[in-house]
């Protein structure tokens, strides 16, 4: 029950608190007395609470890359090497024994994470979605004859692309799905070494080099997704 609390106080923390604010207009009771508690609530003005009361989003845009699993908090946990954003007194954040990371998907793979995770939204907020970050994240190769065959990426895709067509199945109203990214950008921490795209940027962290453009087999199936409309003749 104390993990399953903190599973839950971690949502309102991380997750739940900024968009209760701009679709309800506050926080949630716990979250509220969380923070006057800590004297960091924020001072909002008579203008302040009336936007936030009369005015709402049209939908919500969502990145999703893996789950997140967390316990109970206990003194001993050490916390100096996380994020600022996963260091909280509500929850400690661990790995999930059940998934397998790779190489920078530090929390594993999980697809179903991504419907569990929309249907959450839905059930809390009733707002149309998209799908606005999701991707694969590897240190991609270019081979002898010049090919990126990058099958991991659209094995993640494919699976977390299934996940999207079982909502709209349901009736969940997901207007719009968006891979990140097209092209390789720079990670905040790891620089080029860390890549995302469908399309290589021949460059490292230290040698600019030509910065020549070089589409991946992701680049050329996700060209067939679209023209399909899903995933025919795949």
């Known amino acids: 029950p104390e993990d399953v609390l903190a599973a839950k106080n971690a949502e309102d923390e991380v997750q739940w608190s900024f968009l209760d604010l701009s679709i309800k207009g506050h926080y949630s009771h716990h979250f509220t007395k969380y923070l006057k508690d800590r004297d960091v609530y924020p001072e ?14 049209d939908f919500i845009g969502v990145n999703y890359y893996a789950s997140c699993t967390v316990r109970t908090k206990y003194p001993e946990d050490e916390c100096t090497r996380m994020p600022p954003f996963y260091i909280s007194d509500q929850f400690y954040v661990v790995n999930n024994e059940k998934l397998k990371p790779t190489e ?121 997704v679209i023209k399909n409309n899903g995933f025919k003749g795949e």
């Open 104 to 224: 920078w998907m530090h929390f594993g793979i999980d697809p179903d994470g991504l419907y569990i995770g929309i249907r959450n939204l839905y059930d809390r907020y009733e707002l149309p979605m998209i799908i606005t970050e999701n991707g694969m994240a590897y240190t991609d190769k270019i081979e002898e004859d010049g090919s990126i065959n990058d099958i991991y990426r659209i094995d993640y895709l494919t699976k977390h692309i299934n996940q999207c067509y079982k909502l709209i199945e349901e009736g969940y109203p997901l207007f719009g799905y968006c891979p990140w990214s097209f092209l390789d950008v720079v990670s905040s921490h790891e620089g080029f070494n860390k890549r995302y795209g469908l399309v290589y940027v021949d460059r490292t962290n230290r040698d600019v080099k030509s910065c020549a453009r070089i589409k991946k087999n992701s680049f050329y199936w996700y060209k067939n």
């Open 44 to 57: 909002m003005n008579e203008e302040d609470l009336h936007y936030l009361k009369e005015n709402h989003p």
